[in-house]
């Protein structure tokens, strides 16, 4: 079998078999759907490629979907780029989807579509891959760190992609957490309700017309937080947003949530619902509301909605990285990492030991400051400086 670039007639032809593949493989994500590709291939410079694989019969029997678009590869330290080199990334969700996982058939697979993108890249191109589940036949071959003309270089350390089984009620769900998670959780829940005289309300989005309220209620409290004016990330309602969020919406995935105390939007949460799969892509919380656990208290309800959804949500997706709290919300996990894979040529030899030993030196520095707790006062002391004296949200839109 031969992994190859499928031409624009050809996805045309596919397409139909590849949802059936999507619809059956555990490790289908919403990031391999087409239709998905397309919205964010719609964004600025960014464009889909789809690679099948066919039998002797002309079934299909592999796929994998890559998004290209700039970027660049830094050296970084304290979340501070000292230099950067351009590239074009082209980018895939943890692995390549197979109709046979068996080893011989994946390996076969994996060293076929790596030996055709190996040919096809141009200069300055590397691929990417998110979210590498290290159990896969590509993660075998990412820890050799050299094979069939690439070298791997792990972007991060490796983390636990962290799950929540969603069950049949919130009572279920709770059931699998630890007795002090529990307890906690529902004792924010209590202190949030007596601190507004029970005036809480949960916003749902997951139709056309709900964006514009829901990106005017996300763009309020995302605009409170030390993201936002530490280093100016922040979901806005911008014409981009909604139109991604429209067409998400337009196909039944969008979910997104809004937690109000006595009206005002105080947390938020915008994820899609993809086969049984709550992704929780965004999340924030005003800052000003933090004594009362109102993310937490936000996940409950979430959680509580999915459960009533009549199956239609069996697991609820942190998503990428790791920290306490997904650790305490989750009840399973496996490991991941996310890796380059870059041409083996004589400049990205020289290159990547370079990016390995900066990173390894910058892990060693954070390890050092989390060890004599430097890094949380300085968390905190920029969070402090970064919220303090800002002026109120502004709910103006973008021009479309």
């Known amino acids: 079998m031969l992994l190859e670039e499928a031409s624009d007639a050809d996805q045309e032809t596919w397409r139909e078999d590849i949802r059936a593949l999507l619809g059956q493989h555990p490790r289908a994500t919403l990031d391999h759907d ?25 079934q299909l029997v592999g796929y994998a979907p890559f998004l290209a678009h700039p970027s660049s590869l830094s050296f970084s330290l304290a979340g501070r780029s000292l230099l950067t080199l351009p590239v074009q990334r082209l980018a895939i969700t943890a692995s390549p989807l197979l109709v046979d996982e068996s080893s011989q058939f994946a390996s076969d697979a994996v060293h076929s579509l790596l030996t055709t993108l190996r040919k096809a890249l141009t200069p300055g191109q590397v691929l990417f891959v998110l979210g590498l589940h290290q159990d896969s036949v590509l993660g075998a071959l990412a820890e050799r ?7 791997a270089m792990p972007h991060g350390p490796a983390y636990e992609r962290r799950m929540a089984n969603v069950g049949s009620s919130l009572d279920a769900y709770l059931s699998e957490l630890g007795a002090k998670t529990r307890a906690d959780l529902r004792r924010h829940e209590r202190m949030l309700h007596r601190h507004v005289d029970g005036a809480v309300e949960l916003m749902i989005a997951d139709a056309t017309e709900h964006v514009v309220s829901l990106l005017d209620a996300v763009e309020a409290v995302s605009r409170r937080t030390y993201q936002w004016h530490l280093h100016g990330i922040g979901v806005t309602n911008s014409a981009d947003t909604r139109s991604l969020l429209e067409r998400a919406a337009l196909r039944g995935w969008l979910r997104g949530y809004v937690l109000k105390c006595r009206g005002q939007p105080v947390a938020f949460m915008i994820g899609y619902l993809y086969n049984g799969v709550y992704l929780s892509e965004s999340i924030g919380y005003d800052p000003e509301w933090a004594h009362w656990s109102v993310g ?37 996990s496996h490991w991941e990492r996310n890796v ?16 390995r030993g900066f990173d390894r030196a910058t892990e060693r520095l954070v390890a050092l400051a989390e060890r004599y707790k430097i890094k949380t006062r300085i968390q905190r002391m920029l969070r402090r ?11 103006r839109r973008d021009e479309a």
Do not use: Q
């Open 34 to 58: 087409p239709d998905w590709l397309e919205l964010r291939a719609a964004e600025s410079r960014r464009r889909a490629f789809l690679y099948v694989g066919v039998d002797k019969a002309g």
């Open 145 to 151: 760190r050299r094979s069939l003309g690439f070298l």
């Open 296 to 332: 937490n208290v936000l996940h409950l309800h979430v959680m509580r909605d999915l459960a009533a959804l009549g199956g239609r949500a069996r697991w609820f997706d942190f998503l990428y990285g790791d920290n306490s709290n997904k650790r305490r919300l989750a009840t399973r």
């Open 385 to 395: 400086r970064s919220v303090r004296g800002a002026s109120p949200p502004s709910n």
């Open 340 to 355: 380059y894979l870059v041409p083996d040529t004589l400049r990205w030899r020289c290159v990547v030991p370079m990016l």
